[in-house]
């Protein structure tokens, strides 16, 4: 069996606890407006033509975005760092994209993770069923787990989904005595109002402690050029990045209702 890779990412430190070797699948059922990694979103390889310097001249190179893996191949990529992960208490993330979108293949390259003895987590948006999400239960240590909108309307409208299976399975996590980091999106005029974040606040206290951190993640335009690269509809024109302030403001509203806070997780 084969999984569709994006990127693998050495050394990151915002994936998780410590330094971790952080695995980008690629494919994923949602289509949020904001999307920073659009080149994870089409579940198959993609040609691109990318622009390259030489000499003071553009020369048009094409690329192929995404590549069929084995867990063999992937698990030799990891075991590169694994000196770099174990001293610092890291491990291995596997993001997207949405990993449980190729569920089998991520069981099996999680199976290969606790066979070599790493801290595992599973960045997902939660949306799939509980079927998928029961197989990697004992496999993961930690879920980072995206909470985007709490407006069933408005997720649909922002993610192209429902948010019903999202916050019913981020529920049956928590009942399970799973670790969960929050991944908050803040988006200016999307989800950053008064209502949302109360709801939000509210639903998160009552997951029984389940909730180890809360990452707040501001909007930024930085993938925008992707999108005419990967031919895709860039639908954010327009909407402002958040300010320092108004992060500042989100993080001690949110630490007050007891939850330890990151910005930019
Ligand atoms: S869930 Fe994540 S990867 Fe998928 S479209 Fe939304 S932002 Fe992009």
Not at 31 to 60: A, L, Y
Request: proline content about 4%; aromatic content about 10%.
């Amino acid at each position: 069996m084969k999984g569709l890779i994006f990127d693998i990412k050495r050394y990151a430190v915002h994936d998780g606890p410590g330094i971790r070797t952080t695995v980008f699948f690629k494919g994923c059922p949602l289509s949020c407006w904001w999307c920073h990694n659009p080149e994870g979103i089409r579940k198959e390889p993609e040609e691109v033509i990318t622009v390259q310097k030489m000499e003071g001249k553009d020369f048009p190179v094409r690329e192929t975005v995404g590549r069929w893996m084995t867990v063999g191949e992937l698990m030799r990529e990891i075991n590169r760092e694994r000196v770099f992960m174990e001293e610092s208490d890291g491990g291995v993330t596997l993001s997207g994209g949405e990993p449980l979108w190729q569920g089998d293949f991520l069981e099996d390259l999680l199976l290969a993770c606790k066979r070599e003895g790493y801290h595992t987590a599973v960045d997902t948006t939660g949306h799939t069923s509980r079927k998928n999400l029961r197989k990697i239960l004992e496999l993961t240590d930690l879920f980072l787990y995206d909470v985007k909108h709490m407006d069933e309307a408005e997720h649909l409208k922002y993610t192209g989904v429902s948010n019903r299976q999202i916050l019913e399975n981020l529920t049956f996590l928590a009942a399970e005595g799973k670790d969960l980091y929050i991944r908050i999106p803040v988006i200016p005029g999307i989800n950053d109002g008064e209502e949302n974040t109360e709801k939000t606040l509210r639903f998160l206290k009552g997951l029984n402690g389940a909730v180890k951190e809360v990452d707040l993640l501001p909007y930024h335009a930085l993938a925008a050029h992707k999108y005419e690269k990967f031919g895709m509809e860039y639908r954010m024109a327009g909407v402002p990045e958040p300010g320092e302030k108004e992060m500042e403001k989100l993080k001690v509203r949110y630490e007050k209702a007891g939850f330890r806070v990151k910005i930019g997780g």
